[in-house]
């Protein structure tokens, strides 16, 4: 699922940039549009994680989020592919859905999979995604770009639509597989009421033992 999702913020990513630069020549003009974009994405994602997902969440099991989640991305880059020339404001938008979910949506009900594991899974897992799926998704599909453009020339922005209509189809399958191994909230708070249980059973023993020496 890491590796799908990077990969496909990583082409949008190269859309957003490559529509930018033939979009608005001047140099300021396109920085000011690219602060104004990111100011955006980061208001609209801390609205999301404190205001609107607390609310939303109580409601509603992890795995509906995570299969809904690939429904915009995968809207978006289909009516990409539709275009002749995708708009500015087209992927931008893209992009921005994709941030804005990362940022609040998707690192929320990601740190809900880990709830339910022990600690030295929970420990391991986020080593691996962290180091390995994280930075390999994004220097992988970074790679596998400059090799298409090496092989075919230089990839347009219609080319690179389809690529994410593929990615976005790649998280969208993954997703739905992770949903399926997710537990109900119910199912993931009796887990950590069984391992709080386990973990407290040796401090009893301990503090039982140290009772009866004390008496003896």
Request: charge should be positive; hydrophobic fraction near 40%; proline fraction near 4%.
């Amino acid at each position: 699922e890491v590796l799908s999702f990077q990969s496909l913020s990583t082409i949008l990513n190269v859309c957003f940039v490559s529509k930018l630069k033939s979009t608005i020549i001047n140099d300021s003009e396109r920085a000011a549009w690219t602060g104004k974009f990111y100011s955006l994405v980061n208001g609209v994602a801390a609205a999301n994680q404190f205001v609107i997902l607390p609310l939303f969440m109580k409601g509603i099991e992890p795995k509906y989020v995570w299969r809904a989640m690939p429904f915009i991305p995968l809207a978006c880059s289909i009516f990409q592919v539709c275009q002749q020339d995708p708009s500015l404001y087209l992927l931008a938008f893209s992009f921005f859905a994709t941030k804005t979910m990362d940022y609040s949506v998707r690192n929320v009900v990601n740190e809900m999979v880990y709830v339910p594991l022990d600690f030295e899974s929970r420990y391991l897992g986020k080593e691996v995604i962290g180091v390995f799926g994280n930075r390999f998704g994004k220097s992988g599909m970074s790679l596998i770009l400059s090799g298409l453009s090496c092989i075919f020339g230089n990839f347009g922005i219609q080319e690179l639509s389809r690529l994410t209509t593929v990615a976005s189809l790649s998280w969208m399958t993954c997703s739905v597989w992770l949903s399926n191994l997710i537990p109900k909230r119910e199912e993931a708070e009796e887990a950590v009421g069984q391992r709080r249980a386990e973990q407290q059973q040796p401090k009893n023993k301990d503090a039982k033992n140290d009772n009866n020496k004390k008496r003896r």
